[in-house]
């Protein structure tokens, strides 16, 4: 700009009218969210487009998505210590980024949010680490009372299942609560499951309730976020009971109704026993859903990936149909790096966008080194594997040495609408 035009600027304000918003946006996108946290104090109009221009919180994120990094969390004395490499895939030493004053369990993150779930009171917070806001505990409002049932002789049993995800055009977050509630005689006989959904969207942070078709299907294990669904490994319609087949249940995010995606059974086998789905990982890669199966013997797994859809009926639940997909898959071997014991539960976290998985050992041995952790690089198109050293936080960890690894990405999108600002803010240098 001009020498001369810069000093008839009185203010930042005069600079953005000068320049425009949209080459201004461009400029603010590029820097890091913190940073950007520090911009919002330089006056009114850049506090405006950093907290509420959704073009730049778009651009901000579609930028960030190219430079993802690499988040390990240690969960220790009802604290959350989050660390960073400077380097993705060289590892190196750990950087501290983040200390939460809570040790509740987050699923995985969607676009740079996390959802905070409290099973002790069936509430969740949304969290946004990188801007440092956080909002409320926002309790569930589907739990019966379970000594009135028990007046009438009859057991009951709820469990929430939690999942978290955007619509496909990634303007609304979700939050869903799937509530089980099995119901048993005094005996302990079964009575029936009854399956209950409550939906909050990120933003308004009220819940309500689903009152149309839910899944024939209880839920199991971590769910993903995929292409602007929602997916669980099915379990038993009935608690102690295998799933008569093999499938995945969907929640849609922007239509908020469910569907099923059946599995072959050349894929995991036969559904005999209730531990069928423990050795099933979902996971996202090259944009679509996957199946990891890690059960083998001979120090490989197989990851199938799923290659399209098409409706083949639909399934009764509460009175209506829920649509079924057959699907079809692709596989892949994965050659574990290491020696193999699936009781060990090693984790994968496939990279977007590379053709790379990362896998995290569980490490159980007390005289293992504690100067640095291990994880494993595997490229899917070479079929090779890397080890890679991470330093600096061993210090924290407790015995068996337990620490969760993910992919993040920085993002400016609130966790509550700017009219009503009910959040509250970790401080920055945390």
Same mark, same amino acid.
């Not at 909002?135 to 999942?163: A, H, L, N």
């Not at 013997?297 to 409706?311: A, M, R």
């Given at each position: 700009?001009?020498?001369?035009?810069?000093?008839?600027?009185?203010?930042?304000?005069?600079?953005?009218?000068?320049?425009?918003?949209?080459?201004?946006?461009?400029?603010?996108?590029?820097?890091?969210?913190?940073?950007?946290?520090?911009?919002?104090?330089?006056?009114?109009?850049?506090?405006?487009?950093?907290?509420?221009?959704?073009?730049?919180?778009?651009?901000?994120?579609?930028?960030?998505?190219?430079?993802?990094?690499?988040?390990?969390?240690?969960?220790?004395?009802?604290?959350?210590?989050?660390?960073?490499?400077?380097?993705?895939?060289?590892?190196?030493?750990?950087?501290?980024?983040?200390?939460?004053?809570?040790?509740?369990?987050?699923?995985?993150?969607?676009?740079?949010?996390?959802?905070?779930?409290?099973?002790?009171?069936?509430?969740?917070?949304?969290?946004?680490?990188?801007?440092?806001?956080?909002?409320?505990?926002?309790?569930?409002?589907?739990?019966?009372?379970?000594?009135?049932?028990?007046?009438?002789?009859?057991?009951?049993?709820?469990?929430?299942?939690?999942?978290?995800?955007?619509?496909?055009? =990634? *303007?609304?977050?979700?939050? $869903?609560?799937?509530?089980?509630?099995?119901?048993? %005689? /005094?005996?302990?006989?079964?009575?029936? @499951?009854?399956?209950?959904?409550?939906?909050?969207?990120?933003?308004?942070?009220?819940?309500?309730?689903?009152?149309?078709?839910?899944?024939?299907?209880?839920?199991?294990?971590?769910?993903?976020?995929?292409?602007?669904?929602?997916?669980?490994?099915?379990?038993?319609?009935?608690?102690?009971?295998?799933?008569?087949?093999?499938?995945?249940?969907?929640?849609?995010?922007?239509?908020?109704?469910?569907?099923?995606?059946?599995?072959?059974?050349?894929?995991?086998?036969?559904?005999?026993?209730?531990?069928?789905?423990?050795?099933?990982?979902?996971?996202?890669?090259?944009?679509?859903?996957?199946?990891?199966?890690?059960?083998?013997?001979? =120090? *490989?797994?197989?990851?199938? $990936?799923?290659?399209?859809?098409?409706?083949?009926? %639909? /399934?009764?639940?509460?009175?209506?149909? @829920?649509?079924?997909?057959?699907?079809?898959?692709?596989?892949?071997?994965?050659?574990?790096?290491?020696?193999?014991?699936?009781?060990?539960?090693?984790?994968?976290?496939?990279?977007?966008?590379?053709?790379?998985?990362?896998?995290?050992?569980?490490?159980?041995?007390?005289?293992?080194?504690?100067?640095?952790?291990?994880?494993?690089?595997?490229?899917?198109?070479?079929?090779?594997?890397?080890?890679?050293?991470?330093?600096?936080?061993?210090?924290?960890?407790?015995?068996?040495?337990?620490?969760?690894?993910?992919?993040?990405?920085?993002?400016?999108?609130?966790?509550?609408?700017?009219?009503?600002?009910?959040?509250?803010?970790?401080?920055?240098?945390?």
């Amino acid at each position: 700009m001009p020498e001369k035009m810069m000093k008839n600027c009185s203010n930042y304000d005069d600079i953005s009218a000068l320049i425009g918003d949209g080459i201004m946006c461009d400029i603010l996108s590029r820097l890091p969210v913190k940073s950007l946290m520090c911009c919002k104090r330089v006056c009114k109009h850049w506090q405006y487009l950093i907290q509420q221009d959704q073009h730049l919180i778009n651009l901000q994120l579609t930028r960030s998505k190219t430079h993802p990094f690499l988040i390990i969390s240690i969960a220790k004395d009802n604290e959350i210590n989050f660390f960073s490499t400077n380097d993705l895939f060289e590892g190196g030493a750990a950087v501290h980024w983040l200390r939460t004053p809570w040790s509740k369990p987050m699923l995985k993150s969607v676009n740079g949010l996390l959802c905070v779930v409290d099973m002790e009171d069936d509430s969740i917070r949304i969290f946004n680490p990188s801007t440092r806001e956080i909002t409320p505990s926002i309790k569930t409002t589907i739990k019966i009372d379970e000594e009135e049932e028990e007046k009438q002789g009859v057991r009951v049993q709820q469990i929430p299942k939690f999942g978290f995800g955007c619509d496909v055009y =990634g *303007k609304e977050y979700k939050v $869903i609560c799937v509530w089980e509630i099995h119901r048993s %005689t /005094a005996e302990y006989l079964p009575i029936g @499951v009854e399956r209950v959904c409550e939906v909050l969207t990120v933003g308004d942070n009220t819940w309500r309730r689903i009152n149309g078709v839910v899944s024939p299907y209880n839920i199991q294990g971590n769910p993903v976020n995929v292409n602007g669904a929602i997916f669980w490994m099915n379990d038993g319609p009935l608690e102690w009971e295998a799933p008569d087949c093999n499938a995945v249940v969907a929640f849609d995010v922007g239509t908020e109704k469910f569907s099923l995606i059946t599995i072959p059974n050349f894929i995991l086998g036969e559904p005999q026993s209730l531990l069928s789905g423990r050795f099933v990982d979902l996971l996202e890669v090259d944009g679509r859903i996957a199946l990891l199966h890690r059960r083998t013997s001979d =120090g *490989k797994v197989n990851l199938w $990936i799923n290659d399209g859809f098409e409706v083949t009926g %639909t /399934a009764a639940t509460s009175g209506q149909n @829920v649509i079924v997909y057959n699907s079809n898959w692709i596989e892949e071997t994965i050659s574990m790096p290491f020696d193999w014991d699936e009781n060990l539960n090693p984790t994968f976290r496939p990279i977007a966008g590379t053709d790379k998985i990362i896998i995290k050992p569980i490490e159980f041995n007390a005289d293992s080194p504690r100067h640095s952790v291990s994880l494993y690089y595997y490229d899917r198109k070479k079929k090779t594997s890397r080890k890679v050293e991470i330093t600096g936080i061993y210090s924290l960890m407790n015995y068996p040495f337990r620490y969760t690894v993910n992919i993040f990405v920085e993002s400016l999108l609130p966790v509550q609408k700017q009219q009503q600002q009910q959040h509250t803010q970790l401080p920055l240098g945390n």
